[in-house]
């Protein structure tokens, strides 16, 4: 609300895309023409798109992640939201989008290996250049704003299918987006927006609730760094995270039957840090906790809140010394050092970057002041085109669209308890969901990979085969390997709310001795 107060003037064209951007939509519905030259594309006249480069690549270069020929196409949509294209010689008749990260501001794209398989692949910037970390491009600006909400990928993926067709003569036959973090943010966006741009969604660990979890690291940081001035130390040390995660894992790791380092569903562990030593005269030691300590580690717990209730859930708990650095504790010094003293940790970062740049417009904001009692007021407006929150999944069942959303349960970034809090809001208007949509929680995994529970899974096969042959997955088996390459661990990830469950006998480093079923 305080940005329409602001730029009045704005609102009035915020729900149009373009007339001549209806026109593409029009060109999509028209009979394909002859297939087009890799360099023929660039002379394509599409309405409000600008073709910078259109050349054919060998793919034979080193270090360069396509390693098949291809035509490469880059180009402007609009005023500034760039794309480029990965349209492959072998082309296998599907599309595939790749997601970006953080505030993307270059054009990024997740899934631009699938060209190797043979799909043609697009990536976007969403419509600014910029750093990652950074938001000051959306100062004051609407369109940005609405292009990074939204309408840059719904665009960029309706750009890329008219391009295809001029390539090879006719239309995917199956079109996909896969994405993590902002990326899964954006399949969820899609999915509830523009259920007619994808038949397969996957999402992982999705930045979804931009309002929510915004206030949720601002929350963090007002305990970790009170002193604006000072952000050379968090409150929350190493030592501590060390002690913490050791202590939870010592009186909860074989809830689940497993001693192995990870907890199956973290939500059935119920440690109390008042275990945790107290450091007499509330001084900081690496065996004990300072009351500042405690307080501010039982906030990352803690549901963020208002005095009108929950906004966003918190963290669970096991994930401490493995993820909360750089992401909730600091300081992370090469961050300090590249953003002049003004960023200590990814948290911080892109906490006090939205609510400076997209709610409030004042890059001066203090979020050591802000009390978020009028939070709900205040980031109204900004929800309207950055919020995938919509439950109603009508529109994308009636289509028969498929959407995986994984997440692991060790995230620092993103609590897996909101992307729960997403199906199960689902769920509830929808009994039949699992027809269409189907949730993973990753025991031991960080942000979009990594941690000490295997992680590694074939997504796209996975969503190909349930789209294309109606099978959906039930049980799905992740791996875990070494710096070598050599497999270490597997273990079934099974689809919510069912959950993994040990056998009683054999290695309990292998997915065959565990079962899916319901707690």
């Not at 799909?119 to 292009?147: C, F, I, K, P, S």
């Not at 039949?432 to 796209?460: A, E, K, N, T």
Request: charge should be negative; charged fraction near 20%; hydrophobic fraction near 35%.
């Amino acid at each position: 609300m305080a940005y329409m107060a602001r730029h009045p003037q704005l609102i009035r064209g915020k729900r149009s895309c373009g007339i001549a951007f209806a026109l593409l939509l029009c060109l999509l519905a028209s009979p394909a023409s002859s297939q087009a030259p890799c360099s023929g594309i660039a002379d394509l006249l599409l309405p409000d798109v600008f073709i910078t480069k259109a050349v054919t690549i060998d793919g034979t270069k080193s270090g360069t992640q396509v390693k098949v020929p291809h035509c490469q196409v880059d180009g402007v949509i609009g005023k500034e939201i760039h794309f480029s294209l990965i349209l492959p010689d072998d082309w296998n008749g599907r599309f595939i989008m790749g997601g970006g990260g953080g505030y993307v501001g270059q054009v990024q794209n997740a899934a631009l290996g699938t060209a190797n398989l043979g799909y043609a692949t697009v990536g976007t910037d969403t419509g600014h250049q910029g750093n990652g970390l950074r938001a000051d491009w959306a100062l004051d600006d609407l369109e940005r704003q609405l292009n990074f909400g939204h309408l840059a990928v719904h665009r960029t993926a309706v750009v890329a299918r008219a391009l295809i067709r001029a390539r090879y003569g006719s239309d995917p036959e199956y079109s996909y987006f896969i994405g993590c973090s902002r990326g899964g943010g954006q399949a969820l966006m899609e999915a509830q927006r523009y259920p007619e741009d994808f038949h397969g969604i996957i999402s992982g660990a999705p930045a979804f609730h931009w309002t929510g979890f915004m206030a949720e690291f601002v929350q963090n940081m007002q305990l970790n760094f009170p002193d604006p001035n000072d952000l050379s130390q968090s409150v929350i040390t190493s030592d501590n995270l060390a002690l913490l995660e050791s202590s939870i894992l010592k009186a909860c790791d074989d809830i689940d039957g497993v001693q192995d380092g990870v907890m199956e569903d973290p939500r059935d562990c119920t440690f109390d840090l008042a275990g945790i030593p107290f450091c007499p005269d509330d001084r900081s030691a690496p065996d004990c906790f300072t009351n500042d300590q405690r307080a501010a580690i039982e906030r990352v717990y803690a549901p963020t809140v208002n005095q009108d209730g929950p906004i966003y859930p918190g963290q669970p708990c096991g994930s401490e010394a493995h993820g909360w650095f750089p992401w909730i504790t600091g300081a992370n010094e090469n961050l300090i050092k590249q953003y002049n003293g003004q960023i200590p940790n990814l948290q911080f970062g892109f906490g006090t970057e939205f609510f400076k740049y997209f709610v409030f417009g004042d890059p001066e904001w203090d979020y050591s002041r802000y009390d978020f009692s009028t939070w709900k007021e205040d980031t109204y407006f900004v929800s309207t085109f950055v919020d995938a929150t919509n439950p109603d999944l009508g529109p994308f069942k009636a289509r028969n669209g498929k959407l995986i959303l994984w997440h692991g349960w060790s995230d620092p970034a993103l609590t897996a308890l909101g992307s729960i809090e997403y199906y199960e809001q689902v769920e509830s208007l929808d009994p039949d969901v699992r027809d269409y949509f189907r949730m993973f929680l990753i025991p031991g995994m960080l942000h979009c990979g990594g941690g000490p529970g295997p992680s590694q899974v074939d997504w796209i096969s996975l969503i190909v085969n349930w789209v294309e042959n109606g099978t959906p997955p039930e049980r799905v088996i992740a791996s875990k390997r070494d710096n070598n390459g050599q497999e270490t661990r597997t273990r079934p990830l099974c689809a919510y709310p069912q959950r993994a469950f040990y056998l009683g006998e054999g290695d309990t480093d292998r997915a065959e001795n565990f079962a899916c079923r319901e707690p």
